[in-house]
């Protein structure tokens, strides 16, 4: 080998804020939002400008596999985008070598009225498949997909997310491509699914094929990928093996805070049924929101917008991660919703959670935040490592682990009840 | 070799050559999509244009003088409906194929000039089953078409290619302004009577006659009617029609060639 397959020289995105929201009549019609629009309307005399990528370069040898991490708005997805060719490049130049197939979301080109072989078509089709090359591999994608015969005909609008997730995946596993590129695919699906999806990356991988993978999930990074290139502000902080670049990535933060506000709706995410407005942490009791000691209790009080559909419900979830990527646990505020079945208006919710104390383990603490209803099953609003927080253990014999000084492992660190009690000795012992 | 393209770039008719298979699904879904849950199925087809027939027929076919004296008005009407009914919905599939996409835009590459080639191609297939009837209409009345019937395949294509030729620019607009949402139903209403459908093309006055076939459509129904039910050919209006189209069509192209590498970022 020792070919190039992708040579990135220079990559620059500019976008200019606001420039599509502003002549686009698509939010014009949204209840919810219009006041405010209008106000952002009489302000919007200058031009915001942003570069989401700023003279990237970097070059992949055929048979790579190398990841791309960074916080959201680093550019990742910008230059996933400009790589393959769904947006041009504002300065800049990149060459591949080579059958480039994409994977932004799974399930591309799917139609909810289509049963569930008619879209393996469809999909295989808008992925870059030729027909008889679909017509070979169709048994095979079937079968990869784990969904029973009697479901095929099925409109996949019927199909549990899951299943259409699994259906999706399936057909871009069976795309020959000699580059690919993959964005963030596996933070769907079940875990057993996902790790079918990742043993088939990999398995890409190892047949020579050049991968670019784009992901929050170091472990599945680290697994994957033996270069990385971190991101940050649109500009590589780091190119180099991936142990190295994940470990900056998460030594630096790279901005991330135990608070999150947005300030302007527009730009918060979210769509007609829900709208983030804020995220952030209270250690109960009062003391830095950045450095929490391990005995404290601690509340995450999200803060969005709902919108005019009273029929879709939405809860916000929140789901907890260590630095190393794994998910600690996932709540919603389901039990909450008394308040809102009530309210038929746009609203303004704020839910808490309580964190017991002793119960997070020591460490980087990340939480993903996103306001679903499930009834269709929607994230419609989601930000993916929206705030972090350090946790850190000095108790004293009045904490989880006692007097121990050692290394304590595990993922988290909870108070449980203990029923021990002592006796004495007797002849049949 | 990805770059920053500048200027004005070529149609790309290879690119499109070479995703002729995705063009191929994408009229298939749509033809899919349209009559599923529908219960007459393609039967619309036919029953479109044969109830606006039966409409013009019982309101206008009595106005002395609409039609040409020797044709029956009803298939007079029939015979201008069906190539409209063509163009209209080609046009307006082509006008939304872009918006109704945003989903692929946003997400995969592909010449995107697809699309609103795929949103004509889906409405020819309803064109051949409204065709069919209207042969058999012509027959019923006792008119068996001449050698000139040859020439019904040209002026379908025509109606074709200048469904295509508003419809690129109009797709390529609707990207950036959503107002069109509202304004293509309404132009696509108002075209309907700049158009000899459901008079004849002899009501205007013979000095606004030039100016009258510069829309595309004049030209193409008025010939779909001589190759079908005979009389005088009418060249002024053919070639005058066919000059415009190729005019906006070119433009067209042209103009959704150079904006489609916004499309991602607007849509």
New interface residues.
């Given amino acids: 080998m020792g070919d190039v397959a992708i040579r990135a020289d220079g990559l620059g995105k500019r976008y200019r804020l606001g420039q599509n929201r502003e002549t686009s009549g698509l939010l014009l019609s949204d209840t919810l939002f219009r006041a405010l629009r209008l106000r952002r309307r009489r302000t919007a005399g200058e031009v915001a400008e942003f570069w989401a990528l700023r003279d990237v370069s970097f070059e992949v040898p055929s048979g790579a596999a190398v990841g791309i991490i960074g916080r959201n708005g680093a550019g990742k997805s910008t230059l996933l985008k400009v790589l393959s060719r769904i947006t041009e490049p504002t300065t800049g130049k990149a060459t591949l070598y080579g059958r480039v197939a994409s994977l932004l979301e799974v399930g591309t080109g799917f139609h909810p009225e289509l049963s569930g072989l008619e879209n393996i078509y469809l999909s295989a089709a808008v992925l870059g498949m030729r027909r008889d090359e679909i017509r070979r591999k169709l048994d095979e994608i079937v079968e990869f997909s784990g969904i029973e015969p009697k479901f095929l005909d099925t409109p996949v609008k019927r199909y549990s997310s899951g299943m259409q997730v699994r259906l999706g995946f399936a057909v871009a596993a069976h795309l020959e491509p000699e580059i690919l590129l993959i964005d963030e695919v596996l933070a769907v699906g079940d875990a057993k699914f996902q790790a079918k999806c990742l043993g088939k990356i990999e398995e890409i991988g190892a047949t020579g094929r050049t991968v670019i993978f784009v992901s929050h999930n170091m472990s599945a990074i680290l697994r994957l990928c033996s270069r990385a290139i971190l991101l940050d502000h649109g500009r590589v902080v780091t190119d180099g093996p991936t142990h190295e670049a994940v470990r900056i990535y998460l030594e630096s933060d790279l901005g991330r805070s135990s608070e999150r506000r947005w300030a302007d709706p527009a730009q918060a995410p979210g769509d007609e049924v829900a709208r983030l407005k804020s995220i952030r942490v209270l250690p109960v009791g009062g003391g830095s929101p950045e450095e929490i000691e391990i005995r404290q209790a601690i509340d995450i009080e999200v803060e969005y917008w709902t919108g005019t559909l009273r029929s879709l419900r939405p809860s916000a979830n929140l789901a907890f991660y260590n630095d190393e990527g794994v998910c600690l646990f996932i709540t919603n505020d389901w039990q909450g919703r008394d308040a809102l079945d009530a309210a038929t208006g746009p609203r303004i919710v704020r839910s808490t959670c309580r964190i017991p104390g002793n119960f997070l383990a020591e460490g980087r603490v990340i939480i993903s935040v996103a306001v679903s209803t499930f009834n269709p099953a929607t994230a419609h609003a989601l930000e993916r490592d929206a705030i972090a927080f350090q946790i850190v253990d000095r108790s004293q014999g009045d904490g989880v682990r006692g007097e121990s000084t050692n290394e304590w492992g595990g993922v988290v660190r909870p108070m449980l009840d203990w029923h021990t009690e002592a006796r004495e000795i007797t002849s049949q012992d | ?5 500048r200027g004005w770039i070529g149609p790309g008719i290879r690119e499109l050559w070479q995703y002729r ?2 063009g ?3 009229v ?2 749509d033809l ?2 349209r009559y ?2 529908t219960l007459f199925g393609a039967a619309w087809a036919v029953v479109q244009p044969v109830l606006l027939m039966l409409v013009f027929s019982a309101f206008l076919g009595r106005v002395a003088g609409i039609g040409p004296p020797d044709v029956p008005y009803p298939l007079f009407a029939l015979a201008g409906l069906v190539p409209w009914i063509l163009f209209s919905q080609s046009l307006n599939a082509a006008s939304n194929s872009l918006v109704s996409s945003q ?8 010449p995107r000039l697809l699309l609103p080639l795929a949103g004509v191609g889906s409405h020819i297939v309803d064109f051949f089953i409204a065709l069919a009837v209207l042969l058999v209409v012509t027959l019923t009345f006792g008119r068996i078409p001449g050698a000139t019937v040859l020439w019904l395949p040209v002026f379908a294509l025509l109606a074709v290619l200048a469904a295509l030729a508003v419809g690129t620019w109009l797709s390529a607009i609707y990207v ?4 069109l ?1 509202y304004a293509i139903p309404f132009l696509i209403q108002v075209w309907l009577f700049a158009t000899p459908v459901a008079y004849s093309a002899n009501l205007v006055p013979a000095e606004w006659r030039g100016i009258y076939a510069l829309n595309p459509m004049a030209g193409v129904i008025e010939g779909f009617r001589w190759a079908l039910l005979g009389g005088p050919r009418p060249d002024q209006a053919i070639v005058f029609s066919a000059a415009a189209t190729l005019v906006i069509l070119t433009g067209g192209v042209a103009y959704f060639r150079r904006v489609e ?2 499309f ?4």
């Fill in positions: 070799m990805i770059r920053p393209s298979d995705l191929y699904f994408l298939w879904r899919k999509v599923k849950q989903n692929l835009i946003s997400k995969v590459y592909f950036r302004y959503r107002d949402r590498r916004t991602a970022d607007m849509i």
